[in-house]
T-cell receptor, first 112, second 115 residues
């Protein structure tokens, strides 16, 4: 059974780089790993997705090792507005078909 | 604003009752997903519809059902409600052309309280 594990919380200061790691086993071979951000009282918002190695967009980078058993979301130079909950999302192929598995989320608190 | 709308925003009902949550996807999106978010279980995937057909199924209880209509809006029906069904219910949409889309657009959610 696929399971994801993330740290419950992380603290940082403005301007620092933050790395959040998600461990995931038994993910579907051909599927992507995705990260979402959620602010209080809002729905999650897509940040980045990747299959292997490194992906970078305007807000984050995603590092995925060759075995794909984990992924690391990297937020460069965080600001107060990056305080949120971050979720990794993986896909599991189960008896019912395809299921999406969100991690429990990592609450990032950024201080000045 | 993601472009996904959900109604109602809040719903308070009693145990044993039945409710319907409604979702309108972004213009052009063919896939709709339903999620339940609670403090103890986190974000749980319930079900996905693509262009009217069920495409993927997660931890959806038998008391819950969903459908997607020809105009692509979707409804999630929750029946025989229990206290433990109190949660935030999110709808998300995506283009849906290639199965499960990882880039999904979430609505603001419906907060259901069962008393």
């Amino acid at each position: 059974l696929a399971k994801t594990t993330q740290p419950i919380s992380m603290d940082s200061y403005e301007g620092q780089e933050v790395n959040i790691t998600c461990s995931h086993n038994n993910i579907a071979t051909n599927d992507y790993i995705t990260w979402y951000q959620q602010f209080p009282s809002q729905g999650p918002r897509f940040i980045i997705q990747g299959y292997k190695t490194k992906v970078t967009n305007e807000v984050a980078s995603l590092f995925i090792p060759a075995d794909r058993k984990s992924s690391t979301l990297s937020l460069p130079r965080v600001s107060l507005s990056d305080t949120a909950v971050y979720y990794c999302l993986v896909v599991l192929l189960n008896q019912a078909g395809t299921a999406l598995i969100f991690g429990k989320g990592t609450t990032l608190s950024v201080s000045s | 604003d993601s472009g996904v709308t959900q109604t109602p925003k809040h719903l308070i009902t009693a145990t044993g009752q039945r409710v319907t949550l409604r979702c309108s996807p972004r213009s052009g999106d063919l896939s709709v997903y339903w999620y339940q978010q609670s403090l103890d279980q986190g974000l749980q995937f319930l079900i996905q519809y693509y262009n009217g057909e069920e495409r993927a199924k997660g931890n959806i209880l038998e008391r819950f059902s969903a459908q997607q209509f020809p105009d692509l809006h979707s409804e999630l029906n929750l029946s025989s409600l229990e206290l433990g069904d109190s949660a935030l219910y999110f709808c998300a949409s995506s283009e849906g052309a290639s199965g499960v889309d990882y880039e999904q657009y979430f609505g603001p959610g419906t907060r259901l309280t069962v008393t």
